[in-house]
């Protein structure tokens, strides 16, 4: 069954640093996404990509986030100068005909 | 006032219970649901879709009920490997085939032997 594959599962970083998560979608998927869950909170929307454009984001998805598919098989998260609150689990999602598939997350740990 | 709400237990069971956990959402523009599992610390994985006129999948059985904005999980027969928290999701799009994934807290379950 295909799946969505991300990268690092963990990173830590200093804050003020720059930080570029990535997601290997499902490769007919259309419709992308980032989610992200604070520990003990609930999974928040952050951004959805489609057509190497943003469809829509949420306002947390402030100046500091940007999102691209550089080489037509990446997606990427870039959170340009992190803070101690970005830390969180960061899932890449991708659309199917009903259905959003997960990726396994990138747990970010800002120090 | 939280769009989705769930109560967050958690809710502690024998092995062989029924559990119901029950759920609502605010924005009536909502135009899918879903039951998804988490696991401790892993991604959220979809366990169904919910339609008005319900599903069961096995032991599972979900309702949505659009007029009162409610939705509810249905377990029969709990197993450990149940143990998880439970998550109810409603989605909106926006053009095509655009769905933003709207989540409860979830609602955590305990099955115990």
């Known amino acids: 069954e295909p799946e969505v594959t991300q990268t690092p599962s963990h990173q830590v970083t200093q804050m003020g640093q720059e930080v570029i998560l990535r997601c290997v979608p499902i490769s007919n998927h259309l419709y992308f996404y980032w989610y992200r869950q604070i520990l003990g909170q609930k999974v928040e929307f952050l951004v959805s990509?489609?057509?190497?454009?943003?469809?829509?984001k949420s306002e947390i998805f402030d100046d500091q986030f940007s999102v691209e598919r550089p080489d037509g098989s990446n997606f990427t998260l870039k959170i340009r100068s992190t803070k101690l609150e970005d830390s969180a689990m960061y899932f890449c999602?991708?659309?199917?005909?009903?259905?959003?598939?997960f990726g396994p997350g990138t747990r970010l740990t800002v120090l | 006032r939280k769009e989705v709400e769930q109560d967050p237990g958690p809710f502690n069971v024998p092995e062989g219970a029924t559990v119901a956990f029950n759920c609502t959402y605010s924005n009536s523009a909502s135009q899918s649901f879903f039951w998804y599992r988490q696991d401790c610390r892993k991604e959220p994985k979809l366990l169904m879709s919910v339609y008005s006129s319900g599903n069961e999948d096995g032991r599972f059985t979900a309702q949505l009920n659009r007029a009162s904005q409610y939705i509810s999980l249905l377990i029969r027969d709990s197993k450990l490997s149940d143990s998880a928290t439970y998550l109810c999701?409603?989605?909106?799009?926006?053009?095509?085939?655009?769905?933003?994934?709207?989540w409860g807290l979830g609602t955590s379950l305990a099955v115990n032997p």
């Open positions: 999602a991708t659309q199917g005909i009903d259905t959003q598939y």
């Open positions: 999701v409603v989605s909106r799009g926006s053009a095509g085939n655009n769905r933003k994934l709207i």
């Open positions: 990509f489609y057509n190497n454009e943003i469809s829509e």
